[in-house]
């Protein structure tokens, strides 16, 4: 059947509007005309993929990876890059609009300020291990499942960590392996994950295996092998046992070298380590953090929640009297204090707790609260608490639109009015975006 694509959903999937209902066509761009085959049939809407493409999009694109109809780490590679951008544009207007409820005209001139590289920017890969007929194989799961597509190499991925996963499947195909792949169904097999993160300022490399349970010494031996013949300068085991989806345990040893990464951002230097979590895309990120920094200018005391490693912190800290951050994971409160120590900043206080429980102890006076949450957005008691503190600015990094219009909508209604939107293109190739927003109190 042929189907008209109107939009765009917030996965990338094109959206045709037909007789029988919403269709979500997976390979679709918006203004296309496509053939498409329903592979589901839902409720209240259906999902197809395209087959052929008979009027297409000014804005289609080749796919520059040949695993790109299998393999689900990118959604936008039919799709050239300022279609990209339009797209994500889209997105962010869409949920804002839809969820946030805010007037449509706030997002005529809404921008998605492009990524300085739109190939090779990513720093970190964290690729899934399992046993195949008795044979350890990875790669990256295949879009909405648990199975591998079995890849040699990623576009997205920066140099190093693609040199570093081609030597590791070089040896993986070796016999004789004394440990198994994981097999998520039992619980069995030693080897989960493999994580590869590189410095793309500093050309450091830091190689993590995931495991499940003990590994013999001959394993570990082994281990520290694949470390070596990777040529990481650091190479660390994560320990994880626990069922689900999680990739990362809390308990990480160094195999070799002292477990710890460098990069650089602007002028500021930071370490980090197997756990931590760090912008994926290095150059972004520096033009992330400077126009937060910007929309902070002239606040004098500062609260930041889910500050992390300190990465945003070096930034907000330069101009800033004081700054109060507040991280729950604490090897992140660790390396956030080296950082801040090592970037000659000795105005901030960094707390170790969750934001839910710290918020509610605070008696500070604050000019402005940065939010940075994960996915999920916050907690509405962070809201509430945030809102009696009194503050003339929230500016809020959000990498989920649906939970940050929710979250903006709720402090609308506490009196706070969306002042300034800008979203950037963190992870080209994908259907994800961060964006950043301003909340201004209203004057009374």
């Given amino acids: 059947m042929n189907h008209n694509i109107t939009a765009m959903s917030g996965d990338a999937t ?3 509007r037909t007789p029988r209902g919403v269709v979500f066509v997976r390979g ?5 005309i496509v053939k498409a085959e329903i592979v589901a049939r ?13 009027k297409p999009s000014s804005g289609r694109a080749v796919p520059k990876c040949k695993y790109y109809k299998h393999c689900g780490g990118c959604q936008l590679q039919h799709a050239n890059y300022e279609t990209q951008l339009k797209i994500k544009i889209g997105t962010v207007r869409d949920a804002m609009t839809r969820i946030g409820g805010f007037s449509p005209e706030i997002f005529e001139n809404l921008t998605c300020e492009p990524s300085p590289e739109f190939w090779g920017y990513r720093n970190k890969a964290a690729f899934p291990v399992q046993n195949c007929n008795g044979k350890i194989i990875t790669g990256f799961y295949r879009a909405g499942t648990h199975r591998l597509e079995l890849i040699k190499n990623c576009p997205v991925n920066a140099k190093k960590l693609n040199e570093i996963y081609g030597k590791i499947l070089d040896c993986l195909a070796q016999k004789n392996l004394p440990f198994d792949g994981y097999d998520e169904r039992t619980g069995k097999g030693k080897l989960r994950h493999i994580i590869a993160r590189t410095g793309i300022n500093t050309g450091e490399s830091l190689l993590s295996f995931v495991i499940n349970g003990k590994l013999s010494t001959k394993g570990i031996k082994a281990l520290a092998a694949l470390g070596v013949s990777a040529r990481s300068e650091t190479v660390t085991l994560n320990h994880n046992s626990k069922p689900g989806n999680v990739i990362l345990g809390t308990y990480t040893e160094n195999l070799i070298g002292s477990g710890l990464i460098s990069e650089r951002l602007g002028k500021y230097k930071y370490i980090f380590d197997t756990t931590s979590f760090f912008q994926v895309n290095t150059k972004q990120a520096e033009k992330l953090f400077s126009f937060v920094s910007s929309l902070a ?8 929640l889910y500050s992390g490693t300190g990465s945003l912190t070096c930034y907000l800290a330069e101009n800033a009297g004081h700054v109060t951050s507040v991280e729950e994971w604490r090897s992140a409160v660790k390396m956030a204090m080296k950082n801040l120590n090592a970037n000659g900043f000795d105005n901030v206080e960094t707390l170790c707790g969750s934001s839910e429980d710290v918020i509610v102890d605070l008696q500070e006076k604050y000019d402005a609260v940065v939010l940075d949450p994960p996915r999920d957005g916050c907690e509405k008691s962070v809201l509430e608490a945030v809102n009696k503190f009194g503050v003339r600015k929230i500016i809020y990094v959000s990498c989920n639109p649906a939970t940050l219009a929710r979250d903006c909508k709720i402090l609308a209604g506490y009196g706070y009015r969306l002042a300034k939107i800008k979203a950037f293109d963190m992870f080209p190739q994908t259907a994800h975006v961060e964006t950043v927003v301003l909340m201004s109190r209203v004057k009374d």
């Fill in 42 to 54: 839902k409720k209240d809407f259906s999902i197809a993929d395209t087959i052929s493409i008979i």
């Fill in 28 to 32: 679709a761009l918006p203004s296309e």
């Fill in 297 to 304: 200018e002239g606040d004098k005391n500062i609260l930041e």
């Fill in 14 to 16: 094109g959206i045709a």
